[in-house]
């Protein structure tokens, strides 16, 4: 995780689980007095819908500062020094470029939808799509200091050709031998 940044990051975690906490009230609530009460709460459905957009966007942003999302390093982790670190300058180049794409288009639907509310709280729609910006730049932000730390001579592990701390599954042929006797 990039050091500047972990305590945006922390606010981040926490962000999340309050967005969690509160989600999750207001669907049990809404779900104990619609089916125990025949009432509800009207505004409940379109809270928790935009509570569950950022929460994603911004969990995926801490995963991506955390080096916590699926890898697959079978290829990278056979190449030659050179070739992993070409690897490594195509791959940030390519998230970069897509956070330029998501961050253009969630611009684009959030002025577009920033006039429109909606019916049962007032908010207006482009807040959902905001989450996708500000997870945009963030990424950006994130790949960028990993970026700068690469060229600097410091790759993520999986780029630096670190081994993994586990062992590879394997079974022993002596224990094999004994367990078919």
Not at 20 to 35: E, K, P
Not at 65 to 88: E, I, N, T
Not at 139 to 166: F, H, I
């Amino acid at each position: 995780m990039p050091t500047p940044l972990k305590w945006l990051f922390k606010l981040f975690d926490a962000l999340v689980v309050i967005g969690m906490a509160v989600m999750s009230v207001l669907i049990f609530t809404n779900v104990v007095l619609r089916y125990g009460f025949s009432s509800g709460i009207s505004y409940s459905v379109e809270i928790s819908r935009v509570i569950l957009v950022w929460i994603i966007f911004l969990g995926a942003v801490v995963g991506l500062a955390k080096g916590a999302h699926l890898s697959v390093d079978a290829l990278v982790a056979r190449l030659p020094q050179r070739a992993r670190f070409a690897c490594f300058l195509a791959s940030y180049g390519l998230m970069l470029w897509c956070c330029w794409l998501l961050a253009k288009g969630s611009w684009a639907l959030t002025r577009i939808e920033w006039g429109n509310i909606t019916p049962l709280t007032g908010l207006p729609v482009g807040l959902t799509y905001a989450a996708g910006l500000v997870a945009a730049l963030m990424m950006a932000l994130v790949l960028l200091l990993e970026l700068w730390r690469g060229l600097r001579g410091t790759l993520p592990s999986t780029w630096a050709g670190a081994k993994s701390d586990e062992a590879p599954l394997a079974v022993s042929p002596a224990i094999t031998q004994e367990k078919l006797q």
